[in-house]
């Protein structure tokens, strides 16, 4: 028999529109819900009268004589299942809300054929199994909870399959119903033509799910995005599953659960608490942060962001990973040679905290898509290339026409060197690197900087051959993946003093001043950039001369 769950939404082209329901949707009590396996006889005849309010009087998907005398539903499916209820437990008195089974396919007779066999040409091995009769109480749909109970069902059912060591759950449903487990990240796969079939008066398709592979394609799905309007721009799926299938295997999906289960664990940023406070991490969690380049200090920073808290992040960056980025960069490696930077880091970070809010920009950061990316953002870090100054200036611009702060992060050898950029306080982004005010961009683009003017400090262990090389354009800047790492450190902690205004953690550094740390020449805070720098390149003029540098060929 097909699963008929509830009337899915539709469109008025018949079409399921997407579910985008959330906690806040929702107001419900703690553990408002709870789902178990249905063995009293008074739970099945509950069950069963639960199936013929939903298939008889309301869709009208079984004739009216379909209903017995004590008022339910069955076949003779029903002996040979295993049978789930969800209990709404915030009314009085608790009662059955939801219910579905699992025929077990017991030999290979006729007498035992699954009901998809019966309707399809489809031939399935003994033991396996079909999910049926999936049915929802018509008051537990308007609220949203729709998409936790029938997830919830489909869980338990999904989780016994997989104890009983089976390859597959058959189904027989509708579209609007198949939509819906494609929408919350169930692999269906259909393997069947649809049919219509006369004894419930409705088209239906034959599909089945893969139960060891149902997990790990939900994580997947979580995992996607959605192109939008802007060309080159991502962003995250609104509905996320995944936790909530995989947080039960060995329950095999029973118990309490409710609207919060859909929701990041509170425990998540637990071990923040006593650095940030319970306010704190909350404004962290309605943060905004734009990052523009996800490579080496970008990308580790957007870890730091999420892992600290923060609730949204944007990603900007046009480049791929080549096997040069992974002795440094965060989440590349060679599986991912070839792939967007921005759109693998965000995966990355999903992964981290799948319930984070994500864009990302495959384009980079443009004249097209710079408002966009800045909108409302909390704090810009800009981690475009040194090389092209361009990029910052336009960044720094529309920071300045938004009131929004820019955070810089450079990995310097085993160092790092940190600046902001704060209207009102300091140089602007373009005094600092001297670029005339207003230049036009295309101007800035040619415009030749000192490399005095980006770094504060050389590492005293830096080869002067090297350095000569790299600023003729004759090799890329090294850099190490502790450099990198001390970058994103010093980094997220500045950008706590920018997200975290009002408290007693004082105020970020910005330009012409640096902080500079590196474990082998130390730590301190510059006034100047280019004074700071002079002086460091004489001492390593001196060291070698002196032959204290090792030799790189």
Known sequence: MSIQEFEPRLSETGVMSDITTTHEDVVAPHKTFELHVLTDPEELLEARRLRASVYVDEMGFLEAGSRDADGGEHDHDDTRSIHFGVYANNTEPVHLAATSRLIVKGSDSEEDRLPIEKYFDVKVPAGSVEASRLVVEPNKRANGSDLLVSAALMRAMMHHALDMEVDYVYAVVEDGLYNHFLKIGLPAEVIAEPEFIEEYNTSNLAIRFKADAVIGAMWD??????????????????????????????????????????????????????????????????????????????????????????????????EEFGPENINRQAFSGMDVVGMNKAMTVARGLLKINPWLDVEVYTDGVTGDNIEDFSHDADLIIDETEFTMPELGTMINREARKIGAPVLMAMNIGFGAQVTSFVEGRGKT???????????????????????????????????????????????????????????????????????????????????????????????KTVRNTKHSFYRSLAKVIARNKLGLIPDIH
């Open 429 to 523: 982004f373009e005094q600092w690197l001297g670029i005339p005010d207003g230049m036009p961009l295309d101007e800035v683009k040619d415009y030749d900087v000192e490399v005095s003017k980006w770094l504060a400090h050389l590492p005293s262990y830096a080869s002067l051959d090297v350095f000569q090389r790299v600023s003729n354009g004759e090799m890329s800047a090294p850099s190490l993946a502790g450099g990198v790492a001390l970058a994103a450190g010093v980094a997220s902690e500045q950008a706590m003093r920018h997200l975290l205004t009002g408290n007693k953690r004082g105020r970020p550094v910005v330009a012409p001043g640096a902080i500079y740390v590196d474990p082998v020449d130390g730590m």
């Open 221 to 318: 799905k979580d995992l996607t995005f959605r192109s939008r309007e802007v060309e080159g721009k991502y962003t995250t799926r609104p509905n996320k599953m995944a936790h909530f299938f995989a947080g039960s295997r060995t329950t095999l999906g029973q118990g309490e659960f409710d609207f919060d289960d859909l929701t990041p664990p509170e425990v998540m940023f637990s071990r923040n608490r006593g650095f940030f406070s319970n306010s704190e991490q909350e404004r962290l969690r309605n943060a905004t942060v734009a990052i523009a380049g996800a490579g080496g200090d970008g990308g580790l920073l957007a870890e730091q962001m999420v892992r600290a808290g923060v609730g949204k992040i944007r990603l900007a960056d046009p």
